[in-house]
């Protein structure tokens, strides 16, 4: 699978050089073989034999083209002792001070298949020449024919033939993504059965960097000729040589034309406006306009975006322009600027890299909802209701900048140096009017508040890592140290009133003050055994922590009889909180097998100094936790995983004091809460597709809650008095106080079975998934203990295809139903939720398009409580591609039908809530895009070593 040139070799094996070729490629490989040349002349070794260590270098070098490999995993093995490198600029690798002897030497590299020789080494320079060979040329004798085959299994790795994908004209490769069975694009990251892809390569090089998505959001789909997806060890694995080790699922995109870098800049502008006018008569304008400018390499990337617009858009991808959607739900305002490059030194991977980011960010907002609840009548509690409707804004902007220095082959070995600086400034208005009915008391309140808050916030974070790239006594050290410190100058202002048979009228002012969090940990990994059939670790790490904020609130009864400053609601916040950790783990892995346990000893302690009111005595108190862990894994196919977590109470449910900013909804502590725990069992089963793309996909989880910290309230029919720290506080009649308890008992599971598979016909693939959720919770009715049990199974299908090379379409569909009950048998809520998306894209007179999409969502309940709510939103888009499909001019529609809003449902134990956010309505834009991207191929690269331009090797 490979040849070298070696001083002694076999001739079965290797193929031996003379002196005569070896000058004659030594004109064709310039650079890499000139060095070797001369090493092997001024060697001393050779000339005086004075020296008994060799050296082993050279070049490793693609067969197909004769250009070098960078990145290129290399392991020496000499006896008992194993040497690492990787191989950097034009394929070049070393290996200093090499005991003399038989060595056996294997190559690693993505997209190529594996080398491996073994050979004798004699002092002095051992020169080599390696040639791999692709993988890919493998299929390239494969006929392509109209069915061919979608996707075949060699080893551990699947590969999907695009031939057998339909695509549009003009469609980026993220278009090939979609169709593929088992693959599922979410929240800017790609799944495979359920697994997280973490890289992208391009023809085995990661020239599009670390975000899974940029390679497939430039490269065209025309150019795309296989994508492989399968394990790829960790890059620590790789530095500790470990040869069984956890493994991220990574993707290959082989294309037609081989990419060593890409520009791709995109200019975007649209301009529109509302059907509806504002107040004054005048048209609701809509814009927006951006550039986004990209260069992509292996060993440097910059990027730089820019974009202001009010119709919620964040990006600058063409898709914006030409795919349908939009509605609008609140007003938003927003000018943007990122800004950022990455360079690497010394191997993509292991080496030394840069990394400096920047960005600008401006916001207005505003929006309007209205949202009720209902409270259920109790004999402890009568029959309440409330209303609310809202107007909030905000207006605020903010800078960030990021510095990160990776060194990786140091004198003070691997460095992780990350530098963050944030500055914001906000200002919030806030306008909400309430009303509260409670019957049985006649009583009714009506609060009209205004609330204000500006201020300017900054924050710095450092942090440093360290750690051997090599065994210290047999240990892989590693210390982490990080701090954040910022300060807050947030001043808000309340002004509340409160129309009810108490007459008060509130002034709150709140003030945050300075923050600090430091973090330290050190962790020591050893290697008890590394073999080719398991390899077993231990880890231990100790670690603390300390973290302090300051904040103060004061309020005043502007209608009291004194207009003094209500104690009760008057106070600092100087918290603190000091944790310190110390944990073990076992590791045990083979090639099919994981099995690791891990358990944590920690302890917390929340700390109150508070100075005002002064007569509240200093509180601290200490929460010890054991978390055990475990975890098991097979063939990555079946997953189970244990771990046990735990959650403090908040200070503000620790401290026995009243919160009375709503004198009808009152709020105390309870000192004597304890740390809850949460256990979780997960348990995965996915199998591997099969050629016909289908797979089965399932989890379950299991969730236990002990020592949950549940609210408790009660209804005071006449007024009465609490005894608490502040002296006693009066209640009045009518008002509900809330409280915390601890309550164990919290059961939940959540569990999905599905399936994947292609479509032939349709040249798609669909995926079906049933989901049940199950939930028994405690919780308080008044002064009773009440559960609320909760089952929602549902159905979720997605069928996506491309008919011809004209008609491309998606449905999504998600059925459920939400049952919940209590204890008592009352029925709290009883409803079936229908979500569903039909969209279609077409091409038409060559150059033309449109896209079509169309939402629709629904509530129908069964229950006393809730309401039928529909909503409805169709967007359509047409446009046509100019100047080689580099310009797009497209004309798009929003909310056409004008039903669009936001509803929520929320149930509790003793009400349900709901809340409206309304649509702003249709809107109409004309758009305008220009892409300019280019490629760089290694054709241009070896006609520049040709000619002698080239950068020195590294």
């Given amino acids: 699978?490979?040849?070298?040139?070696?001083?002694?070799?076999?001739?079965?094996?290797?193929?031996?050089?003379?002196?005569?070729?070896?000058?004659?490629?030594?004109?064709?490989?310039?650079?890499?073989?000139?060095?070797?040349?001369?090493?092997?002349?001024?060697?001393?070794?050779?000339?005086?034999?004075?020296?008994?260590?060799?050296?082993?270098?050279?070049?490793?070098?693609?067969?197909?083209?004769?250009?070098?490999?960078?990145?290129?995993?290399?392991?020496?093995?000499?006896?008992?002792?194993?040497?690492?490198?990787?191989?950097?600029?034009?394929?070049?690798?070393?290996?200093?001070?090499?005991?003399?002897?038989?060595?056996?030497?294997?190559?690693?590299?993505?997209?190529?298949?594996?080398?491996?020789?073994?050979?004798?080494?004699?002092?002095?320079?051992?020169?080599?020449?390696?040639?791999?060979?692709?993988?890919?040329?493998?299929?390239?004798?494969?006929?392509?024919?109209?069915?061919?085959?979608?996707?075949?299994?060699?080893?551990?790795?699947?590969?999907?033939?695009?031939?057998?994908?339909?695509?549009?004209?003009?469609?980026?490769?993220?278009?090939?993504?979609?169709?593929?069975?088992?693959?599922?694009?979410?929240?800017?990251?790609?799944?495979?059965?359920?697994?997280?892809?973490?890289?992208?390569?391009v023809n085995g090089t990661l020239v599009f960097g670390d975000n899974p998505l940029s390679a497939f959001n430039t490269i065209s789909a025309d150019n795309v000729t296989n994508i492989k997806v399968y394990d790829e060890q960790t890059d620590l694995a790789k530095k500790r040589g470990l040869k069984n080790s956890n493994k991220n699922k990574v993707m290959d995109i082989l294309t037609k034309n081989k990419i060593i870098s890409a520009w791709d800049t995109r200019v975007l502008a649209s301009a529109g406006a509302d059907q509806k006018k504002e107040e004054d008569g005048k048209p609701?304008?809509?814009?927006?306009?951006?550039?986004?400018?990209?260069?992509?390499?292996?060993?440097?990337?910059?990027?730089?975006?820019?974009?202001?617009?009010?119709?919620?858009?964040?990006?600058?991808?063409?898709?914006?322009?030409?795919?349908?959607?939009?509605?609008?739900?609140?007003?938003?305002?927003?000018?943007?600027?990122?800004?950022?490059?990455?360079?690497?030194?010394?191997?993509?991977?292991?080496?030394?890299?840069?990394?400096?980011?920047?960005?600008?960010?401006?916001?207005?907002?505003?929006?309007?909802?209205?949202?009720?609840?209902?409270?259920?009548?109790?004999?402890?509690?009568?029959?309440?209701?409330?209303t609310d409707t809202s107007a909030s804004s905000s207006n605020g902007s903010s800078h960030y900048l990021s510095i990160m220095l990776n060194l990786q082959h140091s004198p003070l070995k691997s460095i992780l140096w990350t530098n963050e600086i944030s500055i914001s400034k906000l200002t919030d208005r806030n306008r909400k009017y309430e009303r509260i009915d409670t019957s049985g008391n006649n009583i009714s309140s009506i609060s009209d508040a205004f609330t204000k808050s500006r201020g300017k916030d900054w924050k710095l974070y450092e942090q440093l890592n360290w750690s051997d790239n090599e065994t210290f006594?047999?240990?892989?050290?590693?210390?982490?140290?990080?701090?954040?410190?910022?300060?807050?100058?947030?001043?808000?202002?309340?002004?509340?009133?409160?129309?009810?048979?108490?007459?008060?009228?509130?002034?709150?002012?709140?003030?945050?003050?300075?923050?600090?969090?430091?973090?330290?940990?050190?962790?020591?990994?050893?290697?008890?055994?590394?073999?080719?059939?398991?390899?077993?670790?231990?880890?231990?790490?100790?670690?603390?922590?300390?973290?302090?904020?300051?904040?103060?609130?004061?309020?005043?009864?502007?209608?009291?009889?004194?207009?003094?400053?209500?104690?009760?609601?008057?106070?600092?916040?100087?918290?603190?909180?000091?944790?310190?950790?110390?944990?073990?783990?076992?590791?045990?892995q083979n090639r099919d097998l994981l099995i690791s346990t891990r358990i944590e000893l920690g302890n917390n302690r929340p700390k109150d100094t508070e100075r005002i009111p002064e007569d509240i005595p200093e509180y601290s108190k200490s929460f010890t936790s054991i978390l055990p862990q475990l975890t098991l894994r097979y063939k990555n196919r079946l997953t189970i995983h244990y771990k046990t977590e735990t959650a403090l109470p908040s200070m503000e449910q620790l401290r026995d004091r009243v919160d009375d900013t709503n004198p009808l909804f009152l709020r105390i502590g309870n000192p004597s809460l304890k740390q809850s725990y949460t256990n979780n069992l997960n348990i995965s089963y996915n199998t591997i597709p099969q050629k016909n793309g289908f797979a089965f996909l399932s989890h379950l989880s299991l969730i236990y809650v002990s020592n949950d910290i549940v609210r408790k309230s009660e209804y005071f029919n006449?007024?009465?008095?609490?005894?608490?720290?502040?002296?006693?506080?009066?209640?009045?009649?009518?008002?509900?106080?809330?409280?915390?308890?601890?309550?164990?008992?919290?059961?939940?599971?959540?569990?999905?079975?599905g399936v994947c598979g292609r479509i032939n016909k349709i040249k798609g693939s669909y995926r079906v998934t049933a989901a049940l959720d199950f939930s028994k919770k405690p919780q308080y009715n008044g002064e009773k203990l009440n559960r609320i049990t909760k089952m929602a199974p549902g159905v979720k299908v997605t069928i996506g295809g491309t008919l011809d090379k004209h008609i491309k379409f998606y449905i999504y569909s998600m059925t459920s139903y939400n049952h919940n009950k209590n204890s008592y048998g009352t029925v709290l809520s009883d409803a079936i939720t229908e979500d569903l998306t039909l969209s279609g894209s077409f091409r038409f007179l060559k150059y033309g398009f449109s896209d079509i999409r169309y939402d629709y969502g629904m509530y129908r309940f069964f229950s006393n409580y809730g309401m039928n709510t529909k909503t409805q939103n169709l967007n359509v888009v047409i446009g046509c591609t100019l100047m080689k499909k580099r310009m797009t001019l497209s004309l798009s529609g929003h909310d056409l039908l004008n039903k669009g809003s936001l509803y929520k449902m929320l149930v509790s134990n003793n009400s349900i809530s709901q809340t409206w956010t309304p649509s702003y309505g249709r809107y109409f834009m004309f758009n305008l895009s220009f892409r300019l991207n280019k490629e760089k191929s290694p054709v241009s690269f070896q006609r520049g070593l040709n000619n002698g331009d080239m950068e020195n090797p590294i």
């Fill in 1 to 201: 699978m490979g040849s070298f040139i070696s001083k002694e070799s076999s001739q079965e094996e290797i193929t031996i050089y003379s002196r005569k070729e070896f000058k004659v490629m030594k004109k064709i490989y310039f650079l890499s073989i000139l060095i070797a040349g001369l090493c092997l002349i001024q060697s001393p070794v050779l000339l005086f034999g004075q020296q008994k260590e060799a050296v082993v270098q050279g070049t490793i070098l693609d067969k197909s083209l004769n250009l070098g490999i960078k990145s290129a995993s290399l392991m020496l093995i000499n006896g008992k002792d194993t040497s690492y490198t990787i191989s950097g600029y034009y394929g070049l690798f070393k290996f200093p001070a090499i005991k003399t002897g038989t060595v056996t030497l294997k190559a690693t590299c993505i997209g190529f298949v594996p080398f491996e020789k073994s050979f004798e080494t004699i002092p002095g320079d051992n020169s080599l020449i390696i040639k791999m060979t692709e993988e890919k040329e493998e299929l390239r004798g494969a006929k392509v024919t109209a069915e061919a085959s979608l996707m075949q299994k060699k080893g551990d790795t699947l590969i999907f033939n695009t031939a057998a994908v339909r695509t549009l004209s003009g469609d980026d490769a993220i278009e090939i993504l979609k169709q593929l069975p088992g693959m599922r694009i979410e929240n800017g990251k790609i799944y495979m059965n359920n697994e997280k892809i973490s890289r992208t390569y």
């Fill in 284 to 386: 609701q304008l809509r814009y927006g306009t951006g550039i986004t400018s990209n260069f992509y390499s292996e060993m440097f990337l910059f990027y730089v975006n820019a974009c202001t617009n009010n119709i919620d858009r964040t990006s600058n991808n063409i898709s914006t322009i030409t795919n349908a959607s939009g509605g609008l739900n609140d007003y938003d305002e927003s000018s943007a600027v990122q800004t950022g490059i990455k360079k690497y030194w010394n191997g993509r991977k292991l080496g030394n890299s840069l990394d400096v980011k920047y960005s600008f960010n401006k916001n207005y907002k505003k929006s309007g909802s209205h949202s009720s609840a209902q409270y259920f009548a109790t004999d402890d509690n009568p029959l309440m209701s409330y």
């Fill in 473 to 588: 006594n047999g240990f892989f050290p590693e210390l982490n140290l990080s701090v954040t410190t910022g300060n807050s100058t947030d001043v808000s202002a309340i002004l509340d009133t409160l129309k009810s048979s108490y007459n008060r009228r509130y002034i709150t002012t709140d003030f945050t003050g300075k923050q600090i969090d430091a973090h330290g940990s050190l962790s020591f990994n050893y290697i008890l055994k590394n073999t080719d059939r398991y390899t077993e670790e231990i880890d231990f790490a100790y670690g603390t922590g300390y973290s302090s904020e300051k904040k103060l609130q004061t309020a005043i009864d502007l209608l009291g009889n004194n207009r003094n400053t209500v104690t009760a609601n008057t106070f600092d916040y100087t918290y603190s909180y000091f944790n310190q950790y110390i944990s073990g783990e076992s590791i045990f």
């Fill in 718 to 753: 006449d007024s009465g008095v609490i005894d608490d720290q502040t002296g006693g506080y009066t209640v009045q009649k009518g008002a509900t106080l809330y409280s915390y308890e601890n309550v164990s008992g919290t059961f939940a599971t959540e569990s999905y079975a």
